[in-house]
């Protein structure tokens, strides 16, 4: 009998697979995947967004977003709905939503790539700038997180391409971009979105060379088109949402999420901070590159007319000062800044303005991982700080190892794919020692199951202190958790419910009587009473007046 014949496959010239592995999109995406499947979800906010995404797919209410039964108006449907629709095709898994954002984060590199080329950027040059943007710690960090803010990233990118269409007088495929990026923006995150894009168009006279004096006021106008079209797209939902949330729901999404942010510097808004924040807090977010980066004010200075540079300036410098003043502050309010940062950086270096120099970042690594080692010793003799204590040592030996190998090769790396890389890494072993390392404390499975099953079989069951609806998704619970913010109002139910049973995090409310399920959580733990031994064991003083390590620390 004859042998089958043998079909040899085309060899794959060497350069293709050095290209392929050289290139940001393939070693970044490489670096980034594992955390899609081995991290669980984050408490307090990831665990959150897949609770409204959960209740959503549960009630098979689209229109309003609700958690634990109530609207919930702190952010728009967009991330929801993408949850959903990924659901349809995986079933119900955190890494469903983890891997949707991963794939807006792809987005961005490409959009960036693509920008830098439409500035007069080189091909080099546009791909030091994913490096650039991959690489900053605060993006590497949210690239796989279930968060709106890589999704308002991508949006402000698509916008910036919208806008050179524009001043490049592509009229229509500039208002259906920039239209288009403003509505997805909103059904993201809200009205922020027009922060950013109209500082970047307000800019256009300045950094496009052909938007010459006589076509602004028609750039202008056609801006306000694609304005207009990003609104309606917007109000397309928040109008219908608005009448079927109710009133308080409909003066929520339109005034209180966004005013309550911006009212005053550091005043009463939601994460009220001092104006000079974030001039403290921005090096770090855009790290190695603060460190990694080198150049003389003669050689910038050379470029300040390059159109790539101007939009990179028009795009970071007038934000940042935006944001300065806006009283509420987080550091991820400002990651759509970050590929305008790598956008200039990029062109700067392709220039010659700037060099990569990697060693004192690899020093840097070399302190964390130091850091990392005696952090476990340390926070032995700290209760609130036992999600540290449980941490290996052997996360600090890597990071270590890692600071060593760059510093050894320092010479060699003075291409920003070492330093990027080296940081990638940095924020999967951050990720995995924080919150795979202390095992139990950020996966809430098991307490969601004894939930579920008590819900189940009918026995209530109540909270004590906002949960912020942790447990819903872990549990697919399918009944509210009700919350009691105080012990008066507890006792008030446990007298119509003495059957039930009470659980908290919060250690002011941490009963006498021994738990019929207790785990570790973040800083602390989760414990559950039946509701009569609560009564009459009461709150422990010692622990009640303790700090209590759960403070919400989201971003709402």
Not at 88 to 98: D, I, P
Not at 152 to 168: I, N, Q, R, S, W
Request: glycine share 10%.
């Amino acid at each position: 009998m004859s042998s089958p014949p043998q079909v040899s496959l085309p060899a794959v010239p060497q350069s293709a697979w050095r290209r392929l592995l050289g290139h940001p999109l393939f070693l970044g995406t490489l670096l980034l995947l594992p955390i899609v499947w081995m991290l669980v979800p984050v408490p307090i906010d990831e665990t959150r967004y897949l609770a409204v995404a959960w209740e959503m797919r549960q009630t098979g209410e689209f229109l309003v977003p609700h958690l634990n039964g109530a609207t919930y108006s702190h952010k728009p449907p967009l991330l929801f709905w993408l949850i959903n629709l990924g659901w349809l095709f995986t079933g119900v898994h955190a890494w469903t939503a983890r891997a949707m954002v991963l794939l807006c984060s792809i987005a961005s590199l490409l959009l960036l790539q693509r920008l830098t080329v439409r500035l007069g950027g080189s091909e080099q040059a546009a791909r030091n700038a994913m490096w650039l943007l991959l690489g900053s710690i605060y993006f590497a960090a949210f690239a796989n997180a279930i968060m709106f803010d890589v999704l308002l990233t991508t949006c402000v990118l698509f916008a910036a391409h919208g806008l050179v269409d524009l001043a490049e007088s592509h009229a229509c495929r500039g208002i259906l971009r920039t239209g288009l990026a403003i509505g997805l923006g909103i059904l993201v995150k809200g009205p922020v979105i027009l922060l950013f894009v109209a500082i970047l168009a307000a800019g256009a006279p300045w950094w496009s060379d052909r938007l010459a004096a006589g076509q602004r006021l028609r750039f202008f106008g056609r801006f306000a088109l694609a304005f207009l079209l990003g609104a309606a797209i917007g109000l397309a939902w928040a109008v219908p949402a608005a009448i079927h949330g109710g009133e308080e729901y409909a003066r929520a999404i339109f005034l209180s999420q966004t005013f309550d942010r911006i009212e005053g510097v550091a005043g009463k808004s939601t994460h009220g901070r001092p104006w000079w924040w974030y001039g403290m807090v921005y090096p770090l977010m855009l790290l190695p590159w603060t460190l990694a980066i080198r150049g003389r004010w003669s050689g910038l200075r050379a470029l300040a007319g390059a159109p790539a540079v101007r939009l990179a300036l028009a795009w970071v410098l007038p934000t940042f000062v935006a944001f300065s003043f806006i009283g509420g502050k987080q550091p991820h309010y400002l990651l759509p800044t970050i590929p305008g940062v790598a956008l200039g950086l990029a062109y700067a270096l392709d220039r010659g303005a700037l060099r990569v120099r990697s060693g004192l970042f690899a020093l840097f690594l070399l302190l964390l991982g130091v850091a990392f080692a005696i952090a476990p010793y340390w926070a032995d003799t700290r209760a609130h700080l036992g999600y540290i204590g449980d941490a290996s040592p052997v996360w600090g030996a890597a990071f270590v190892l890692l600071g060593a190998l760059l510093l050894v090769f320092a010479r060699r790396a003075r291409a920003p794919m070492w330093p990027a890389l080296a940081m990638l890494a940095v924020a999967l072993l951050v990720k995995l020692a924080v919150i795979e390392g202390p095992g139990q404390r950020y996966d809430l499975e098991a307490a969601g199951a004894r939930i579920a099953e008590a819900q189940r079989r009918g026995q209530p069951v109540a909270h004590l202190g906002w949960h912020h609806g942790v447990y819903e998704f872990a549990g697919r619970l399918t009944q509210p958790l009700p919350a009691f913010l105080t012990l008066a109002e507890f006792e008030a139910w446990a007298k119509e419910h003495p059957d039930g049973l009470v659980m908290s995090f919060y250690r002011q409310f941490r009963f006498r009587a021994e738990p019929v399920f207790t785990q570790p959580f973040r800083g602390g733990e989760v414990s559950i009473w039946k509701v009569s031994d609560a009564l009459a064991s009461g709150v422990d003083p010692n622990v009640a007046h303790a700090r209590d390590a759960e403070e919400d620390v989201s971003d709402e």
